[in-house]
């Protein structure tokens, strides 16, 4: 395979500033920790960190792995992955990005999304979901209903189209269906080479400005979107926003145990 697992990663943060090198989680960088799990990927052939800071830059060069500076005017991941590509000279591969913060990230969920683009081209973006539990259904029911916003949905047609993504949960059950079709979507993202083109150069529709989810930009103009079922096999899917995520993720490691034995990149997981 040909895949190419991009993350991009910012020192400029809000919320937390230099996170990806300054929150260790478990006594590991953050950027070290999402760099060894898409490294470990099965199917990804190459790893870019893409970033707009020198400081970043040399880190993920003393790990032996590869950055590419952007320009810091991109506004989004998805735009810095595709400079990245370019500036890098791999646009012409498939590519998945990887969040720089999405610390607990499974290497096979990066891998199924990579198997989709490799052998399926008619496939132009791919992202993962998971078939929600009755309990985790009626926890988000709950917390849609109290006024929380965390938590997108998805439904998707029998070959795996895309139908519509929303902060609502969908569909509405008006009665009961066996095995529960709602899932809950991972913001993960792969494209092939020229949807990525394609995607970077729309404009935000007017279902991307009312739900607030990028996605919704490729289903408004017409973009074949793959929804690939996964299995977190128990684990829990977390991002680190605020020094509160990183505590709840060293929670969640301890609870759950590590992902890789190492994270200097030597490990790999193999296809089931």
């Not at 990230?105 to 998971?130: K, M, S």
């Not at 034995?261 to 790999?268: C, H, K, Q, T």
Request: glycine content about 8%; charged content about 25%; proline content about 7%.
């Amino acid at each position: 395979m040909n895949v190419v697992a991009v993350i991009p990663a910012r020192w400029g943060s809000s919320r937390f500033p230099g996170k990806p090198l300054e929150a260790r989680i478990a006594g590991v960088p953050l950027l070290q920790r999402v760099w060894a799990l898409a490294t470990a990927a099965p199917g990804v052939a190459e790893v870019l960190v893409a970033t707009d800071d020198p400081r970043i830059a040399a880190f993920v060069e003393g790990l032996g792995g590869r950055a590419v500076m952007t320009d810091p005017a991109c506004r989004n991941g998805t735009e810095r992955m595709h400079q990245a590509l370019q500036r890098a000279g791999l646009e012409d591969r498939p590519a998945v990005n990887v969040q720089g913060d999405a610390v607990l990230t499974p290497p096979w969920v990066i891998g199924a999304l990579a198997a989709v683009l490799a052998e399926d081209a008619a496939a132009e973006v791919a992202t993962p979901a998971v078939r929600m539990s009755e309990a985790a259904y009626r926890r988000l029911v709950e917390q849609k209903r109290t006024g929380q916003v965390g938590g997108t949905t998805v439904t998707f047609d029998r070959r795996g189209r895309a139908l519509y993504f929303s902060k609502q949960v969908i569909p509405f059950l008006r009665e009961p269906v066996e095995p529960l079709p709602v899932f809950r979507h991972i913001g993960l993202y792969g494209f092939q080479p020229a949807a990525l083109a394609r995607y970077v150069s729309l404009e935000p529709g007017p279902l991307e400005r009312a739900e607030g989810l990028e996605q919704l930009r490729a289903l408004e103009n017409g973009m074949t979107v793959r929804v690939v079922q996964v299995d977190y096999r128990g684990r829990t899917h977390w991002a680190v926003d605020s020094p509160d995520d990183a505590a709840i993720a060293e929670r969640l490691i301890a609870e759950e145990g590590e992902l890789l034995a190492r994270y200097d990149g030597s490990a790999r997981f193999e296809p089931e």
